[in-house]
């Protein structure tokens, strides 16, 4: 009789031990350095999990989950569920995850929208990825950490994204014209952006010159990846780049006329 309970036991025993030693599932963020006033996208693999196969993902997540939150520190890290988290056994659709082939779902997201805290409140956040009614999971656990950049946006002419980049990234470079205090750029209509990359001090390629687009009213941008507007061969690596906004002007007879801002230069990130 001992023999007929000893096999159950052992059984449990190994499916407990298999669970607490399942992987978490892949997770990839674009940009893979993000603040908490970025917007962005999260990518992961369910393959190898209970939920491969899946027909429907959706996210569970919070942030600065057992951080530090003193009251003489103005609740520097506090933790706050997601907006989404609003009923585990039947959690809205605004958390639910976009199919990209096979066992890879995506969902987009903005920090601060996200968890209702400022960017200088966020330090890292946590994921569960689960079914609708909670009866599934991807992981036995919680995730462990993943960090957001505790930086405070603050508006400028130019600004980058992502806040750290190398030449394999997807960056867009935002025109805020109406806090330009150069007058050629205040007054330009945006047309184009002129990018030239570098190696050292070496230029490396031609010019690249990109329209760029309208955001809203007086903001403007253009997108590029580094190794995709320049040929680089294998074993180079970008120093730098520079970027010009150019656009259409008046001279003081009224005639339309070409005219450029000021060029300003971004040395990219050592990413290892």
Do not use: C, H
């Amino acid at each position: 009789m001992r023999k007929i309970f000893l096999i159950p036991i052992l059984l449990l025993g190994f499916l407990f031990t298999k669970a607490q030693t399942q992987p978490f599932p892949t997770v990839a963020f674009n940009p893979a350095t993000f603040t908490g006033k970025d917007n962005v996208i999260l990518t992961v693999d369910l393959s190898g999990t209970p939920m491969a196969g899946a027909p429907a993902v959706y996210v569970w997540t919070w942030a600065n989950k057992n951080l530090p939150a003193f009251p003489v520190d103005n609740n520097k890290y506090p933790g706050k569920d997601g907006i989404y988290n609003d009923n585990w056994g039947s959690q809205t659709d605004n958390a639910k995850m976009t199919n990209i082939g096979g066992n890879k779902w995506q969902w987009a997201f903005k920090p601060v929208d996200l968890y209702g805290l400022t960017a200088g409140q966020l330090k890292q956040l946590q994921l569960i990825f689960k079914s609708k009614d909670g009866s599934l999971k991807a992981y036995p656990n919680d995730s462990d950490p993943f960090a957001i950049a505790p930086i405070e946006y603050v508006p400028n002419t130019y600004r980058l994204f992502p806040y750290v980049m190398d030449q394999n990234d997807a960056i867009t470079v935002y025109f805020y014209q109406n806090l330009s205090t150069d007058l050629t750029e205040s007054r330009m209509t945006p047309t184009t952006i002129t990018l030239k990359a570098y190696n050292g001090a070496t230029q490396f390629g031609s010019n690249v010159i990109l329209p760029i687009k309208t955001v809203e009213n007086q903001l403007f941008s253009a997108a590029f990846i580094p190794a995709k507007a320049w040929t680089i061969p294998a074993g180079t690596t970008l120093t730098s780049f520079t970027y010009t906004v150019n656009g259409t002007s008046f001279d003081t007879n009224g005639n339309v006329i070409n005219v450029s801002g000021t060029t300003k230069t971004r040395v990219f990130d050592i990413l290892k």
